[in-house]
């Protein structure tokens, strides 16, 4: 089972390898017919099921939630800048650890979720106390687009295909390119960089929308990689990388969001 979401990149699980390798589950990704019988013996761990994903991908999201509350309450401002860069740096490192070391089990990802939780933690609390109530409206948008998102892929509105995929992961791939420039033009003495997260540009709107979009394209590859895993009997360990998958997908619309909505809020 080939996963089209980047946190899943580098193959399906090979039980001859221990972990992402090279052949697919099923011989066909797509299509009516349903996926064909493996082409080597299957895996000695029982099979995922939705319920294993569900219940990873609760305490991956909880672990997250409940760190952030904790960085909110107790980091002080006065120290909200080092305990920020350093939560980022552990960050990326478990995410690169998982992501190419291909190492996700339950210490990792939940390593990662707390790590990832203190992030935006400090994040959410800036973000509310130049405009407050918004931290709030950004979660109750979070849920809204990850509800509109499962329903979208339940009634086979919008369909996972290799075509769309490639189009998610180039669309993903430009923004964290515009982000990285913007940022570079930022630090060389622009003041606004590019303009794409300068409030007073237009563009900025138009690239926080499409960046929420892209989020919710990344979940449609979430939910696609989880019912293939499902179908085609990947083990249970997969299970956690799908709820390490689903929880970036969903912090990734989260931040866009509380983004967007600080362009029509008010400062305090």
């Known amino acids: 089972m080939e996963s089209r979401n980047p946190a899943f990149r580098g193959g399906a ?3 001859r390898g221990g972990g992402f390798g090279a052949q697919p589950y099923g011989a066909q990704p797509y299509g009516g017919g349903g996926y064909a019988a493996p082409g080597y013996a299957p895996p000695a761990t029982r099979p995922m099921t939705m319920d294993d994903v569900v219940v990873r991908g609760f305490l991956t999201l909880a672990t997250l939630v409940v760190t952030a ?3 909110w309450t107790l980091v002080p401002t006065s120290l909200a800048g080092p305990v920020l860069v350093l939560a980022l740096v552990a960050e ?3 995410w690169a650890f998982i992501t190419f070391g291909r190492k996700a089990n339950a210490a990792m990802v939940l390593a990662f979720a707390a ?3 203190v992030v935006v933690g400090i994040i959410s609390h800036s973000y509310n106390d130049l405009y407050h109530g918004v931290v709030f409206q950004a979660v109750i948008g979070t849920a809204l687009a990850f509800g509109a998102t499962l329903a979208v892929y339940a009634l086979r509105i919008v369909r996972v ?3 769309f995929a490639k189009f998610v ?3 993903g791939l430009a923004l964290i390119g515009l982000m990285v420039v913007n940022l570079v033009v ?3 003495g622009g003041d606004h960089g590019i303009g794409i997260r300068d409030p007073g540009s237009p563009l900025a709107y138009v690239f926080s929308v499409a960046a929420i979009l892209v989020g919710c394209f990344f979940l449609l590859l979430d939910f696609d990689s989880i019912e293939n895993g499902v179908r085609a009997g990947a083990p249970e360990k997969f299970a956690w990388y799908c709820a390490f ?3 970036l997908s969903l912090v990734w619309i989260y931040l866009e969001i509380l983004r967007l909505l600080s362009y029509f809020s008010g400062r305090d």
């Open 13 to 15: 699980f090979d039980q």
């Open 69 to 71: 509350a904790l960085a």
């Open 92 to 94: 990326i490192g478990i």
């Open 115 to 117: 790590v990832y939780g």
């Open 161 to 163: 295909t290799p075509k």
């Open 169 to 171: 992961m180039a669309a």
């Open 186 to 188: 930022h630090l060389f």
């Open 245 to 247: 998958g689903l929880v």
